[in-house]
Each structure stands twice: as structure tokens, then as C-alpha cells.
């Protein structure tokens, strides 16, 4: 049984190949964006709202509370990017309840890359919010003998997020296949439902862990503010 994306290869030509965890990722992407599209093509800000614009405007300003209370600043410019990491991961996980469908982030190199995403991000967000040189210095105090641990520590943390998210996803996949071999009936069917309950967390998780990583770069200049 194939239980990681990237062993599902659909098509090959020398080194060039599409994999499941590649599809999978676009057809993520392609969901995503037309229920973004079928939701927001008529929004209204009348008292005769569809339940899908209640539904959006719900996950939205829940998404700005927990990064206003996580970072004590104004949720606007974080939103556009922890919110699409949450919403991906979510949607990912989520899509497992669909026949033949593997979830990208069984794959380390999508949960890699997320990470890198969130990698590079941190010092932007630091850079925009406390200007270059005070941002960098962060990485030389209180001594300039600090600076490898910093950089260390920095690669660490993303390591960290990576595989986190990926063996949380992978173990799960695992558990499911073997007691589908064992028992093909009852105990799977409760496993993905844990399955998705998990996903869903771990989608939270990451989400949060970005933005607390944020937090931390920015949060000097908001002291100041």
C-alpha cells in the first residue's frame, strides 16, 4: 500500500516527474480558490447575508483574534499569510475523506517547503517592522560570538516545523494502513475521522508556531508603539 505522495508518480520523462504530492498540491490549490471565488462573488454587507459569507466572516475574525492575541499588534499584515498556511494545511488534511485523494503534506518535501515559507517570512516581517539593521542585530546580541547559534537556531526551528507537521500527517496515514490490513471495516473508518481531527489541529499548530515566530522578530518594535 502507498502511503507517501511523492512513491505515486503519474508521469515521467528523464528526471522530470509528477508525482501524487504534486497533483494533490494543485488540486488543494484549484479547491481553494473556487470556493474562495464562489464565496466572495457576492459578498454584501446587508442584513441578508449567505451562510457562506457568515461562515467566512466567522473563520476571518477568528483567524485576526488569535494573531492580535498572540502578537499584541494589528492582525492586517499577517493575516494574508498565516492565514493562506492554515488554510491550505487545513484544506489538505481535509480532502483525505475523498477515495484515492493523499494529502500533500504526507510529504516532506511539501511540509519543507511550508516551513521555508515561514523560514523566510520571519526576517521579512522583522526587517518591515524594525528596519534591517535593527532587525539583524538581534542575531550578534549580547555578543557577536552569538551570531552561529542564532543562524543555528533559526535552521533548527524550521527543521523542527517541517517535520512536525509531517510526521503528525505520516503517522496517522500509517496507523490507517495497517489497520486496514488488519481490520478492513470499523477501525479505519474511526481512524480517519481522527485522522481529520488531527489534521485540523496540526493545521492550527503550524499556523500558530508561524506566527509566534513572527511575533518574536516583531515584537520589539511594538513595544515601542
Same mark, same amino acid.
Given at each position: ?5 511523492? @512513491?505515486?508518480?503519474?508521469? !515521467?520523462? $528523464? ?8 497533483? +494533490?498540491?494543485?488540486?488543494? &490549490? /484549484? ?37 492580535? @492575541?498572540?502578537?499584541?499588534? !494589528?492582525? $492586517? ?8 498556511? +492554515?488554510?491550505?494545511?487545513? &484544506? /489538505? ?20 517547503a511550508l ?17 534591517p ?8 546580541r ?46 479505519p ?13 496540526q ?12 511575533a ?10
Open positions: 500500500m502507498t502511503i507517501n505522495p511523492d @512513491e505515486m508518480v503519474f508521469w !515521467q520523462w $528523464g528526471i522530470l516527474s509528477i508525482n501524487a504530492t504534486i497533483v +494533490f498540491t494543485w488540486l488543494v &490549490m /484549484a479547491v481553494l480558490t473556487l470556493i474562495s471565488w464562489l464565496v466572495t462573488r457576492r459578498l454584501t454587507s446587508g442584513p441578508d447575508m449567505s451562510r457562506w459569507q457568515n461562515l467566512l466572516e466567522v473563520l476571518v475574525t477568528g483567524m485576526r483574534d488569535q494573531i492580535k @492575541e498572540i502578537s499584541h499588534q !494589528q492582525p $492586517g499584515k499577517y493575516l494574508p499569510f498565516v492565514g493562506t498556511l +492554515f488554510l491550505f494545511i487545513a &484544506m /489538505a488534511n481535509l480532502l483525505n475523506v475523498v477515495p484515492g485523494y493523499m494529502a500533500p503534506t504526507g510529504s516532506l518535501s511539501t511540509t519543507t516551513a521555508i515559507c515561514v523560514f523566510v517570512a520571519v526576517p521579512l516581517y522583522g526587517v518591515m517592522s524594525e528596519g539593521v535593527s532587525y539583524l542585530s538581534h542575531y550578534i549580547p555578543t557577536v560570538l552569538m551570531l552561529p547559534f542564532n543562524i543555528i537556531g533559526e535552521i533548527s526551528r524550521t527543521i523542527a516545523l517541517a517535520v512536525r507537521l509531517y510526521g503528525n500527517i505520516m503517522s496517522g496515514t500509517v496507523i490507517v494502513a495497517i489497520l486496514l490490513s488488519l481490520t478492513p471495516y470499523f477501525f473508518v474511526i481512524m480517519q475521522l481522527l485522522g481529520l481531527l488531527t489534521g485540523m489541529i493545521a492550527y499548530i503550524f499556523a500558530i508556531l508561524a506566527m509566534v515566530y513572527i518574536s522578530a516583531t515584537s520589539t518594535q511594538a513595544g515601542h508603539q
